[in-house]
C-alpha cells in the first residue's frame, strides 16, 4: 500500500503536532504501507534552521520518505501574531501548498492520501476517488466557514478518523457516516520509552535535587492561545509543603512569567526546577526525573471534548504517577482512583489535595502508575493505531 501523508506544517517545529505527525508516519511505515511525508517548504527559526537530520531529531526510524513542496510563506514577514495582515498570509500560504500538493498529487498514484487539514483533502476530493481520502480531525471546526469545509470533507472522504468520541459523534452530526468513522486516540512510540533512566539518574542529568518531591508539566504552556492550567497548578503546590515543580517547555517567556508568578506566591526560588524547551528525544529522561506528572488543563470545549494530548499517554508510559483535570476526553483514556488520579478543572484546594496524597502515599503513586502504563504500552501504540486505522482504509477502498 502506498500512503501520502500531507501536513501543513513546519518540520521540525517546536510543536506537538510535528512528533505525532513524524511518529505516525513511522508507524505506518512499521506495518508495511510505503509511505512518503509530503511538507510546504517555510520559513523555519534559526535555531530549528540548524537540524538538518528530522528522523534523528524527533528519535523516529528513517523508514520513510519526505519530501517539500512550494509555498508562498510570508508569516514570518508580519509583524506581530495576529491581524488582518497575519490572516492573509496564513490563507495564502495555506492556498499555495495546497494547490502544489493537488498538481503533485494529479501524477503521483496512491492508495491513500491522508492529511489532518481539512483544505488538503477537500481539494484532493476535486480529482481524487473519496475512497483513497483518509482526514483525520483533532478538532470540530468553529464558524460558518470551518464548519462547511469539515461537513464536506467528513461527507467526502473514505474514511475519517476522530481522537476522541466526542469529535466522532460531532463529525457523524456533520454528515460523515458512522461505518467510515473510526476513533483512534493518540499514544506513544513504545521503542521511545525502552530502557528508561533511573529517577536518580535522570535528576542527575538536569542537575535537579535527588531528594525532592517534584510535580512536573511537560509540553507546550500554550495551545492556540488556550491557558492549560499551569497557573493553577503552581497555586495547588503552594499548598503543599516541600513541593517542586519540574517545568519542561516552553515558550520562554511564558515559562519566565511562571517563574514570577511562583516567587509572587512567597514560593523557593530552588524549587522551580526548569528544563525549557527540550529535543524530543529528551522528554522521556525528563519525565523520568519526576514523581508526578500534572495535566491540570481547564474546562473549555477544545479540551473536554476534542484534545487526544500525546502528554497522558507519555505520562503513561513514563511509570509515574498522574493527576490531571476530570474532563470527558481525559476519562476516555485513564481511570480515577485506577490509572490516575482526575480532579475537578481550575478547583486549586482538590488538586492540591491530591498532589498531597500522592506525596504521602509511595504505594498508591505505585499502583497508579503501573495500571497506567499496563494500559498505555496494551491499547496506544502508534503500531496498533496505524494497524486499526489501515484496516478501516482498507474496509472503505
Same mark, same amino acid.
Not at 150 to 171: E, I, P
Not at 211 to 237: E, H, N, P
Not at 311 to 325: H, L, N, P
Given at each position: 500500500?502506498?500512503?501520502?501523508?500531507?501536513?501543513?506544517?513546519?518540520?521540525?517545529?517546536?510543536?506537538?503536532?510535528?512528533?505525532?505527525?513524524?511518529?505516525?508516519?513511522?508507524?505506518?511505515?512499521?506495518? =508495511?504501507?510505503?509511505? &512518503?511525508?509530503?511538507?510546504?517548504?517555510?520559513?523555519?527559526?534559526? %535555531?530549528?534552521?540548524?537540524?538538518?537530520?528530522?528522523?534523528?531529531?524527533?528519535?523516529?526510524?528513517?523508514?520513510?520518505?519526505?519530501?517539500?513542496?512550494?509555498?508562498?510563506?510570508?508569516?514570518?514577514?508580519?509583524?506581530?501574531?495576529?491581524?488582518?495582515?497575519?490572516?492573509?498570509?496564513?490563507?495564502?500560504?495555506?492556498?499555495?501548498?495546497?494547490?502544489?500538493?493537488?498538481?503533485?498529487?494529479?501524477? &503521483?498514484?496512491?492508495?491513500?492520501?491522508?492529511?489532518?487539514?481539512?483544505?488538503?483533502?477537500?481539494?484532493?476530493?476535486?480529482?481524487?476517488?473519496?475512497?483513497?481520502?483518509?482526514? %483525520?480531525?483533532?478538532?470540530?471546526?468553529?464558524?460558518?466557514?470551518?464548519?462547511?469545509?469539515?461537513?464536506?470533507?467528513?461527507?467526502?472522504?473514505?474514511?475519517?478518523?476522530?481522537? &476522541?468520541?466526542?469529535?466522532?459523534?460531532?463529525?457523524?452530526?456533520?454528515?460523515?457516516?458512522?461505518?467510515?468513522?473510526?476513533?483512534?486516540?493518540?499514544?506513544?512510540?513504545?521503542?521511545?520509552?525502552?530502557?528508561?533512566?533511573?529517577?536518580? %539518574?535522570?535528576?542527575?542529568?538536569?542537575?535537579?535535587?535527588?531528594?525532592?518531591?517534584?510535580?512536573?508539566?511537560? =509540553?507546550?504552556?500554550?495551545? !492556540?492561545?488556550?491557558?492549560?492550567?499551569?497557573?493553577?497548578?503552581? @497555586?495547588?503546590?503552594?499548598?503543599?509543603?516541600?513541593?517542586?515543580?519540574?517545568?519542561?517547555?516552553?515558550?520562554?517567556?511564558?515559562?519566565? +512569567?511562571?517563574?514570577?508568578?511562583?516567587?509572587?506566591? =512567597?514560593?523557593?526560588?530552588?524549587?522551580?526546577?526548569?528544563?525549557? /524547551?527540550?529535543?524530543?528525544?529528551?522528554? #522521556?529522561?525528563?519525565?523520568?526525573?519526576?514523581?508526578?506528572?500534572?495535566? #491540570?488543563?481547564?474546562?473549555?470545549?477544545?479540551? @473536554?471534548?476534542?484534545?487526544?494530548?500525546?502528554?497522558?499517554?507519555?505520562?503513561?508510559?513514563?511509570?509515574?504517577?498522574?493527576?490531571?483535570? *476530570?474532563?470527558?476526553?481525559?476519562?476516555?483514556?485513564?481511570?480515577?482512583?485506577?490509572?490516575?488520579?482526575?480532579?475537578?478543572?481550575?478547583?486549586? +484546594?482538590?488538586?492540591?489535595?491530591?498532589?498531597?496524597?500522592?506525596?504521602? *502515599?509511595?504505594?498508591?503513586?505505585?499502583?497508579?502508575?503501573? /495500571?497506567? !502504563?499496563?494500559?498505555?504500552? &496494551?491499547?496506544?501504540?502508534?503500531?496498533?493505531?496505524?494497524?486499526?486505522?489501515?484496516?478501516?482504509?482498507?474496509?472503505?477502498?
Amino acid at each position: 500500500m502506498k500512503l501520502l501523508y500531507i501536513a501543513d506544517i513546519r518540520l521540525p517545529t517546536e510543536k506537538a503536532h510535528g512528533l505525532q505527525i513524524m511518529q505516525n508516519c513511522e508507524a505506518f511505515a512499521q506495518t =508495511g504501507a510505503d509511505v &512518503t511525508l509530503w511538507i510546504p517548504r517555510r520559513i523555519n527559526t534559526p %535555531e530549528l534552521r540548524a537540524i538538518r537530520d528530522v528522523w534523528r531529531h524527533y528519535g523516529t526510524t528513517r523508514n520513510f520518505n519526505l519530501r517539500r513542496l512550494f509555498t508562498l510563506d510570508l508569516l514570518p514577514l508580519v509583524p506581530g501574531q495576529g491581524g488582518k495582515l497575519a490572516a492573509l498570509a496564513f490563507y495564502l500560504q495555506l492556498g499555495t501548498f495546497t494547490l502544489a500538493a493537488v498538481l503533485r498529487a494529479l501524477f &503521483t498514484p496512491a492508495d491513500v492520501y491522508y492529511s489532518r487539514d481539512a483544505a488538503v483533502i477537500l481539494a484532493l476530493s476535486l480529482v481524487k476517488p473519496g475512497r483513497r481520502l483518509v482526514y %483525520e480531525a483533532h478538532r470540530l471546526n468553529a464558524g460558518r466557514a470551518g464548519r462547511w469545509m469539515q461537513r464536506q470533507v467528513t461527507r467526502r472522504a473514505g474514511t475519517v478518523v476522530a481522537v &476522541t468520541k466526542k469529535l466522532a459523534d460531532g463529525l457523524v452530526e456533520r454528515g460523515a457516516k458512522p461505518e467510515r468513522v473510526l476513533v483512534a486516540h493518540d499514544g506513544i512510540r513504545r521503542e521511545r520509552f525502552a530502557d528508561l533512566p533511573s529517577q536518580a %539518574e535522570a535528576r542527575a542529568a538536569l542537575g535537579w535535587p535527588g531528594d525532592a518531591f517534584i510535580v512536573g508539566y511537560v =509540553g507546550r504552556l500554550q495551545t !492556540l492561545s488556550m491557558d492549560k492550567g499551569v497557573g493553577t497548578l503552581i @497555586a495547588a503546590l503552594a499548598q503543599v509543603a516541600g513541593a517542586s515543580l519540574g517545568l519542561v517547555g516552553g515558550p520562554d517567556d511564558m515559562a519566565e +512569567a511562571f517563574r514570577a508568578h511562583w516567587l509572587a506566591l =512567597g514560593l523557593e526560588v530552588e524549587r522551580f526546577l526548569n528544563a525549557g /524547551q527540550v529535543a524530543p528525544e529528551r522528554v #522521556p529522561l525528563c519525565l523520568s526525573a519526576l514523581d508526578v506528572c500534572a495535566m #491540570p488543563f481547564p474546562w473549555t470545549t477544545h479540551f @473536554a471534548y476534542y484534545a487526544s494530548p500525546m502528554k497522558i499517554f507519555e505520562y503513561m508510559a513514563s511509570g509515574r504517577a498522574i493527576v490531571a483535570s *476530570d474532563l470527558p476526553s481525559t476519562a476516555e483514556v485513564v481511570t480515577h482512583g485506577e490509572s490516575a488520579l482526575l480532579t475537578p478543572p481550575s478547583d486549586v +484546594a482538590a488538586l492540591a489535595a491530591a498532589i498531597m496524597w500522592l506525596r504521602d *502515599d509511595p504505594a498508591l503513586r505505585e499502583r497508579l502508575a503501573a /495500571q497506567a !502504563l499496563h494500559t498505555v504500552m &496494551t491499547h496506544y501504540t502508534w503500531e496498533s493505531r496505524a494497524a486499526a486505522i489501515l484496516a478501516k482504509v482498507n474496509e472503505a477502498r
